[in-house]
């Protein structure tokens, strides 16, 4: 006879549909919810450590100069300063690419990112950093540090980037062309394509063809805690790190090339992490940090950014722009679509133009297609990863050609997505056959439910417009990278759980959940943590909506290994075999004997050796996700203000371990989006100098330009996941802007192409197209 | 943030003493909703910051319908919509103190610190121009009293000299058939900058058909508040008709001298000032009793 550990180990190949959980889909409180509700919970910014001093970073206030020379004297001679750093103090790197996380770094680009060294490449760049017995005593001192620039003209968006003659970021760039190298020096990083099919023969079939060229400015995470990191430099040459990080391995891994040391050599603290959306899987301070303790004699620094230096010192995501020409028969089958888009990368190349490309077409069938991305860099910060990284302006155009194809044809938007969705067996436009995924699912979740089925609401004034607009996202996700746990039973009967994954959106409540349904026992008897660098295995970064997915399965793994154990001990007390011995929702039994595992715990006791288990996996898994969106929006034609009247998110997340967290990743991830779409944009002037680096003035949606965002959760058990678990956290910022735009047109008959679209852009497109209406 | 030193004055002559003695490298503090963000930011420098939040004659708030409304210059704005009596005689001066800010702002900001600060996005300023408010000064010379729109006269500036405080801000009563409103064009909800503000405030004959007084101010759309006479004049002596009130956003359109910035375009917010102006007008003459068709 099968015991249940086999049964539940063949499980994991076969269906989990039919699958009955205890504890998966419930909503336990969260592990870390006291303390972040009381304000116990440390951050970054809280480390105080003794003879602590303070850092703070002098930043470029040109958009694209040289550097003609750099005098710290007057600086150091400021009383309370205590070290100051350039880029002379970092090692030249070698332009090596290597993949950090779920994107690629240039280890010299890197390093010229964090202290720029021939050249600065935008406003905010870093240039050097001083260290003080007092925060003003280094404000001060960053007056006194004498920079002179030779400025050069700047280029802000990839078109002005891309034009011939245009100014020269990285003179040794050259583009990669399809594979090969070019010959000379340009501001385009890379040249990619994907294609199949032919686009003639299908844009000849085709009843109907609509083309568009969009355009999207440049976005920030947004995230509430702006970046800090703490080092002490010890005399034993052995670093510690405190940091908010979305990745403490990444992080060491990333300060240990900058500082040419060996990984071993750092140890990195993660602090609770006040968000990061992507932002936070790259380092800014912690080798700066480091190198003012190492030259102000091994004292602890800290240094914080202001919000101003977050905008403008870190990476935000791409501004971009995208054309889109798509032909469909009368019957709404697409039958051919082309699509160029040029990514902005910042200062240094990695625009994530290569997931745009992914997400532009793959939720659809498509014969003949054909997708050009170009990678550009342009005086502004170097990209970030950002929720799904170049997934919503891809959206935005793609979702906004689709439905006006729809609305051509007469066709409902919804049956349009249906007839043109993707599943298992098709292949994605980027190559790989497509698994079990859930798009039609949310298709016709999205089409049944109380939102798509109830009639729009009148205006709340007379005069203004309502109109509803539906567009769906696909994200490929991240289901690979390396997650390591350890797991260790307590003698009282509970367990602990020790992880590198940062929880930052309740991943630790998840995994112990996961490790709860395993044992059988109740979240509240499982302790997770997440522990620094020396203390657990590699994990990669939470990003790329892994966490749940690939920690959940290391987690899952080690429990297997915890029951086996608890066997084999249970045969020992009752002197039987271990393979006559069960185990099965927390009870370990042999034919008159039964224990429950808290009971067995406590016999087993510290004595006769821990009940231990470390796992390392790399799962490279699947999980692609999927949603569908729903929005009403009313529009003052007069103002060109758009207000968000209710919203509706339906996506297919496998199976949704805790849901309320579920539905707060989707809840985020559409307010986010909504943000984008209306209003959030850096401003540049003409200098290339960023003039609303503010929470002031990038306007990030508040409490009172958002309606409650119902969250509708699809479950498609993931095959490749022991509960079926997909990633959720990224694709509900695909869908938005694309949404809200429909909705737009919907209500005024104008097809926005800009984003954000804020009042001055709709009103702009009110008065250009207002006599071409449909 | 640079050091500086914190005076928390007890009498008017004691904070008009300071004034006069520091010149420039002195500030008077109301709630420092301004003041408190320039100096962290490092926008303005000073020696010392006079707190006058201590002198009781300018924490005084007081409405008498023979005589008016007197608001002391450290009196915050939760203070003016808290008091029911005011906030039924002057909705358009409510509709701009509850919009500066949010609840935690207004606990603290004042309008005397809103005027002084001389910005030209001010929401309080327009609508105060609107309702004919004027502005108590003193100095070691005495008072002098200052008409809200001549008090401005470029970002930052205003007409105080050395050793100058603002005392507080007077309102006329309110007659019959009178009405004002304040509205304010932002992109989001809340928490913005003006892209563009409109004060508007209307007087109607005892018929409520006819307009006898009328007075338009502007925000955001010049170097400082602005205050359009020719608009309100345009309405004098005419029945009140969606015809009318648009023409007065027409002439309003024509005194406003946008520019271009990161908050919106020169030519949005021309148009933007009509279509506030309008809107303003309208809701300023349903409150002086107006009844449509
Ligand atoms: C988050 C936030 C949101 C805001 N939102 C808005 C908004 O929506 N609309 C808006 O208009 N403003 C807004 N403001 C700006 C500010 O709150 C207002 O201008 C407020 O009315 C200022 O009043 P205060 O008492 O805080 O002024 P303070 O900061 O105390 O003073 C402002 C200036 O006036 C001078 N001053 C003050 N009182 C006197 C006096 N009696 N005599 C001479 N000089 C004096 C001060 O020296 C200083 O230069 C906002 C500010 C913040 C921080």
Redesign the pocket.
């Known amino acids: 006879m099968e015991t249940p550990v086999a049964e539940q180990a063949k499980a994991t190949e076969v269906s989990v549909e039919e699958r009955h959980y205890n504890i998966i889909g419930t909503r336990p409180i969260r592990h870390d919810g006291a303390d972040k509700v009381t304000g116990k919970a440390l951050y970054g910014a809280d480390v105080r450590l003794n003879g602590m001093l303070y850092g703070k970073v002098l930043r470029s206030p040109h958009a694209h100069a040289r550097i003609l020379s750099i005098d710290v004297s007057r600086a150091l001679a400021l009383p309370g300063v205590k070290a100051v750093v350039t880029s002379a103090d970092l090692a030249t790197l070698d332009s090596v690419v290597s993949r950090v996380g779920e994107g690629a770094v240039n280890w010299r680009y890197l390093s010229n990112n964090i202290l720029a060294s021939d050249k600065v490449l935008y406003h905010g760049h870093a240039v050097a950093a001083v260290a003080a017995t007092s925060l003003n005593a280094a404000n001060e001192a960053l007056n006194l540090i004498d920079v002179q620039y030779e400025p050069l003209p700047c280029v802000i968006t990839a078109v002005q980037a891309m034009r011939p003659g245009a100014p020269i970021l990285l003179q040794e760039l050259r583009t990669n062309e399809l594979g090969a190298r070019g010959e000379i020096p340009t501001n385009i990083a890379s040249h990619d394509q994907n294609m199949r099919g032919d686009l003639e023969r299908g844009f000849a079939e085709a009843a109907v063809i609509v083309e568009r060229e969009f355009t999207t400015g440049i976005v920030h995470q947004g995230y509430i805690e702006p970046h800090t990191a703490t080092a002490v430099w010890g005399t034993d040459d052995q670093i510690t790190i405190w940091t908010s990080t979305q990745g403490a391995h990444d992080a060491r891994r990333q300060v240990a090339e900058v500082l040419q040391l060996p990984v071993s050599r750092i140890k990195v603290i993660p602090m609770e992490i006040g968000g990061g959306f992507g932002g936070k899987t790259v380092i800014y301070l912690e080798p700066v940090a480091a190198l003012l303790s190492w030259k102000s004699g091994n004292r602890p620094v800290q240094v914080t950014m202001s919000r101003f230096e977050v905008f403008a010192g870190t990476g935000p995501t791409s501004s971009s722009v995208i054309k889109v020409k798509m032909g469909s028969a009368s019957d709404g089958r697409i039958t051919a679509a082309q699509v160029t888009m040029a990514y902005a990368a910042g200062a240094f190349p990695g625009s994530p133009v290569g997931g745009a490309m992914s997400v532009i077409l793959n939720a659809y069938r498509m014969e003949n297609v054909q997708i050009d991305g170009y990678d550009v860099v342009t005086n502004t910060p170097r990209v970030a990863a950002y929720r799904a990284p170049g997934g919503t302006n891809a959206a935005f155009a793609s979702e906004s050609v689709i439905d006006e194809l729809a609305c051509k044809l007469g066709i409902d938007p919804l049956e349009m997505r249906r007839i043109n969705g993707a599943k298992e067996g098709d292949r994605r436009v980027d190559g790989p056959l497509i698994r079990r995924i859930g798009y039609l699912e949310t298709v016709e979740k999205a089409r049944a439910s109380a939102h798509y089925q109830s009639p729009l609401p009148a205006p709340s004034t007379p005069g203004l417009k309502v109109g509803r607009g539906v567009a769906s996202g696909w994200w490929g996700n991240w289901p690979g990278g390396t997650s390591s746990v350890s797991v260790i039973v307590n003698n009282d009967g509970t367990v602990n759980l020790i992880e590198g994954s940062t929880d930052i959106g309740g991943s630790r409540v998840a995994m112990a959940m996961q490790l709860a349904e395993t044992l059988g026992l109740q979240a509240a008897d499982i302790k997770p943590m997440v522990v620094d660098t020396d203390s657990v295995g590699y994990n990669d970064v939470t990003a790329g909506s892994r966490t749940t997915y690939s920690t959940g399965i290391a987690v899952h793994k080690a429990g297997l290994s915890i029951i086996q154990q608890m066997r084999e001990r249970a045969a020992q007390l009752w002197d039987v075999e271990s393979a006559s011995v069960d185990y099965a929702d927390g009870v370990i039994s042999s034919k008159d004997n039964h224990i429950g595992f808290k009971e067995l715990a406590r016999k087993v006791g510290d004595g006769d050796g821990n009940v231990v288990a470390s796992i390392s996996i790399s799962p490279n898994g699947d999980g692609v996700a999927l949603a569908t969106h729903i929005v009403d929006v009313e529009v003052d034609e007069e103002t060109g203000k758009v207000q968000i009247l209710r919203y509706t998110a339906v996506q297919d997340v496998g199976t949704a371990i805790h849901p309320a967290y579920v539905e707060g990743q989707i809840q985020g991830g559409a307010a986010q989006g909504i943000g984008w779409a209306l209003n959030e944009e850096y401003v540049y002037d003409q200098q290339g100098r960023l003039l609303n680096g503010s929470l ?1 003035d990038y306007s990030i949606p508040t409490a009172l330009d958002l309606p409650m965002i119902e969250a509708v959760i699809v479950e498609v058990p993931n095959p490749t996941h022991p509960f079926g678990v997909r990633g959720v956290g990224e694709v509900p910022i695909v869908p938005p802007a694309g949404a809200v735009a429909n909705a737009i047109a919907n209500a005024t008959g104008v097809r926005m192409t800009v984003l954000p679209m804020s009042p001055q852009h709709v009103l702009e497109a009110l008065w250009t197209q207002g006599n071409e209406r449909v | 943030m640079q050091a500086f030193e914190y005076i928390p004055a007890t009498t008017v002559k004691e904070a008009i003493a300071i004034l006069a003695r520091e010149g420039e490298q002195a ?11 320039q100096l962290r930011e490092g926008r303005r420098k000073v020696r010392a910051v006079i707190d ?1 939040k201590q002198i009781p004659e ?1 924490n005084e708030l007081s409405y008498d319908p023979a005589t008016g409304l007197q608001i002391g ?2 009196v915050p704005c939760y203070r003016i919509y808290g008091s029911p009596a005011i906030a039924a005689a002057y909705p358009g001066l409510i509709d701009a103190v509850s ?4 609840v935690q ?1 207004q606990g ?7 005027l ?2 001389s ?1 030209p ?4 300023i327009p609508a105060l121009i609107a309702h004919q408010a004027s502005a108590l000064v003193m100095g070691e010379n005495g008072e002098r009293r200052i008409p809200i729109e001549e008090f401005c006269i470029a970002p930052g500036r205003t007409q ?1 000299q050395r050793g100058e ?3 507080s801000i007077h309102i006329p009563p309110v007659s019959p058939y009178s009405g004002g409103a304040y509205l304010r064009f932002i992109p989001r909800n809340e ?4 892209v563009v503000g409109v004060g508007a405030w209307v007087a109607l004959d005892q018929s409520g058909t006819t307009i006898t007084a009328a007075r338009i101010a502007l925000g955001a759309v010049a170097p400082t508040p602005l205050y359009v006479p020719e608009s309100g004049a345009g309405l004098i002596g005419k029945l009140v008709s969606s015809e009318t009130v648009a023409e007065a956003a027409t002439i309003a359109q024509a005194a406003a001298r946008p520019i271009t910035d990161m908050r919106g375009s020169a030519q949005q917010r021309s148009h933007l000032v009509g279509v506030l102006t309008r809107r303003a007008l309208h809701i300023a003459l349903k409150r002086a009793g107006y009844k449509s068709a």
């Open positions: 002031l | 500030r008077v503090l109301s709630g420092g909703t301004d003041l408190i963000v006058i300018v210059a450290a919009l500066i800010g949010g702002i603290r900001a004042t309008l005397g610190g809103n002084c600060n910005s996005a001010a929401d309080s105080l405080i603002l005392l928490m913005d900058i003006a």
